[in-house]
């Protein structure tokens, strides 16, 4: 008798039969006769871990979201937060979602903005608004009609104290939500310097004039399609970053418009800047010149080493280009150091423009004769590698 009340007692169990008190189940009974919030409460409170909880659950938060004002976005919101592990969470969170998506489309949005660079509906909390992006990044807020309501400045991102304002824009305004469901104004604009650019990608969240961006900057490539082979000044070792800005820099190393560029030739490019700033006159009228260190893992010693070289007393000597650049790299036959010696931009039209024919050594093994060409003429620099002047 003993082993046959076990095991009924074993199959009960499961169904919670026995874990049910008579004054839970006619506290259940009663809560769904004359059904509320506030008799739904009474018996969660009392009984919290009851098997009839999650029914009582569903009911308290059937009546308090089926009550509320569909186009109350903060009751839903208060609902949502107060309740997030509710049965009607996906509800309230469809809601929310249509609360704080415009219905204004661009067309509109920007027939109402005026002189602007771009425009987008803003609807926040189930109230519409256009936002208007200037070409000085100033964003405007205006009412659907196209009333100001107020406006921020967003600073120009530029590494050079000569860029005011951006000259492109490259990735029109749209919403974006990539760190939870807060929505973010995004795009992207350039600014212009010579050859090279500054890609600016930006994340904005405007009722809190929040501001996160990233660069990337370096030469232009391309024009069409737009290439900038450089790096980010963001992507830095050691950096602490933010969700936002991580989520820009992972977004533009899929953007085949941004190239990173290779350490060996961010070292020569490097290399090159110095021996240009230090040389302005080598062209002209310099008579000395000041020869730049190069690095083993420079993209320029990696050229060096499979070039044909000239063999001088000392050094010997390659030309070649590279990075935009004709150069004259050197290497010690005694300490093995490279050395850039020469470096101007490369020729595009060798029918009028004077270009870098050939480099030899003079007899002297020192003396270094560069021959150029323009047009039907022909002049040599002459560079002695032992004191580092210049002749013409």
Not at 60 to 77: H, I
């Amino acid at each position: 008798m003993r082993k046959y009340l076990l095991t009924v007692l074993a199959f009960l169990l499961p169904l919670g039969i026995l874990a049910q008190s008579k004054g839970e189940t006619s506290l259940y009974q009663k809560t769904l006769k004359k059904p509320s919030v506030k008799a739904a409460q009474k018996f969660l409170k009392k009984y919290p871990e009851s098997v009839y909880a999650p029914k009582v659950v569903r009911l308290r938060d059937s009546l308090l979201y089926f009550a509320l004002d569909p186009e109350d976005a903060e009751g839903v919101k208060e609902f949502a937060l107060t309740y997030p592990d509710s049965p009607f969470a996906g509800l309230a969170s469809e809601r929310i979602l249509r609360h704080n998506t415009s219905l204004i489309s661009r067309e509109e949005a920007l027939s109402k903005a005026g002189d602007a660079w771009d425009a987008i509906g803003w609807r926040k909390d189930n109230v519409e608004h256009i936002l208007a992006l200037d070409k000085d990044l100033t964003v405007r807020v205006l009412t659907p009609e196209g009333v100001l309501v107020g406006s921020t400045q967003i600073p120009v991102y530029s590494l050079h104290q000569e860029v005011s304002a951006p000259t492109e824009l490259l990735k029109p305004l749209s919403w974006e939500s990539p760190i939870g469901r807060r929505q973010y104004l995004s795009f992207a604009y350039l600014n212009r310097l010579a050859t090279e650019a500054e890609y600016v990608d930006i994340l904005y969240l405007p009722e809190e004039d929040i501001l996160n961006q990233a660069m990337f900057y370096g030469k232009v490539l391309r024009e069409d399609p737009l290439t900038i082979e450089g790096e980010s000044p963001e992507g830095m070792e050691g950096l602490t970053l933010t969700p936002e800005v991580a989520y820009l820099l992972a977004r533009q190393k899929e953007n085949p418009a941004l190239q990173q560029i290779l350490e060996a030739d961010l070292l020569s490019d490097a290399a090159i800047r110095w021996w240009l700033q230090k040389n302005p006159k080598a062209e002209t009228s310099a008579t000395k010149l000041s020869f730049g260190m190069l690095d083993g893992e420079s993209s320029l010693a990696a050229a060096y080493r499979k070039a044909s070289k000239e063999k001088g007393k000392s050094y010997n000597v390659a030309q070649f280009n590279l990075r935009g650049y004709t150069v004259l790299c050197a290497q010690s036959k005694t300490s093995g150091e490279y050395l850039l010696v020469w470096c101007e931009p490369v020729c595009k039209n060798k029918k009028k423009d004077k270009y870098l024919s050939t480099t030899y050594f003079e007899s002297n093994g020192t003396t270094l004769d560069l021959c150029y060409y323009k047009g039907n003429t022909t002049f040599k620099i002459k560079i002695s590698m032992a004191n580092q002047s210049v002749r013409r």
